[in-house]
């Protein structure tokens, strides 16, 4: 079943600590995001993976840095997160060519305290 | 850089009545392909429909969508909305960047209420 799938659904994290969002399918898709959305700004995207090792910034990526080491798998990084970090994560995954509408992940509710 | 323009933040239409949801778009690349995803509560986007092809329509679940090239346009359409058509609505495309490899970008988006 072709699926992404995200952990946690929701963390709860204080100002200052640490975060790590963690994506991961099974479909052997070479292209990996994470984006997030907040009221009235959609979906933004933080970073894009073009496969292990191969990733590039999006559009708002200060104060996040990424991982995949492995190509179903891909990590989001939020190093000493900050309140205004509180938002909805989706990460999803699709094959490399242009044609293909990212499949997203059902998301990971973070609420920096 | 590429931006698609969805705009109405809010759309509220009558059960059985029509519905257009607008998108354009600008593209400094070669666009690819064009997207709409709908969005339920609490739930992850997903894709509605797609289109490549130049003034070609593009139908999925009642809505349609046709792309115009000339007027850099990939409007939403449904002849009768329903209820359970109240979701959010994102507008996306897919082009290609210098570096050779394609990136998607999305609208704002845009909800739709149906009311009975």
């Known amino acids: 079943d072709m699926k992404v799938t995200q952990m946690p659904r929701y963390l709860i994290k204080r100002m200052g600590e640490n975060v790590l969002l963690e994506c991961g399918q099974d479909m052997s898709h070479e292209t990996m995001y994470w984006y997030r959305q907040d009221p009235g700004l959609g979906l933004q995207l933080i970073y894009i993976s073009y496969d292990v090792d191969s990733n590039s910034e999006g559009d708002i990526p200060k104060g996040y840095r990424v991982s995949r080491k492995k190509r179903e798998h891909f990590s989001l990084i939020l190093d000493s997160a900050k309140t205004n970090q509180t938002s909805v994560y989706f990460c999803a995954s699709s094959l490399r060519a242009g044609d293909q509408a990212p499949l997203f992940g059902e998301g990971t509710r973070l609420s920096v305290l | 850089g590429d931006s698609v323009t969805q705009t109405e933040g809010l759309v509220t239409v009558t059960e059985g009545l029509p519905v257009k949801l607008n998108c354009t778009y600008q593209?400094?690349?070669?666009?690819?392909?064009f997207f709409w995803y709908v969005q339920y509560l609490n739930e992850a986007p997903q894709v509605l429909l797609k289109?490549?092809?130049?003034?070609k329509r593009t139908e999925h679940q009642g809505f349609h969508a046709t792309l115009h090239k000339s007027s850099s346009s990939f409007h939403l359409q449904k002849s009768s909305a329903q209820l359970s058509d109240s979701a959010l609505y994102y507008c996306a495309l897919s082009s290609l960047t210098s570096g050779g490899n394609y990136k998607p970008t999305f609208g704002k988006g845009t909800s739709l209420v149906v009311h009975p």
């Open positions: 593209t400094t690349y070669l666009t690819i392909a």
């Open positions: 289109s490549s092809t130049d003034n």
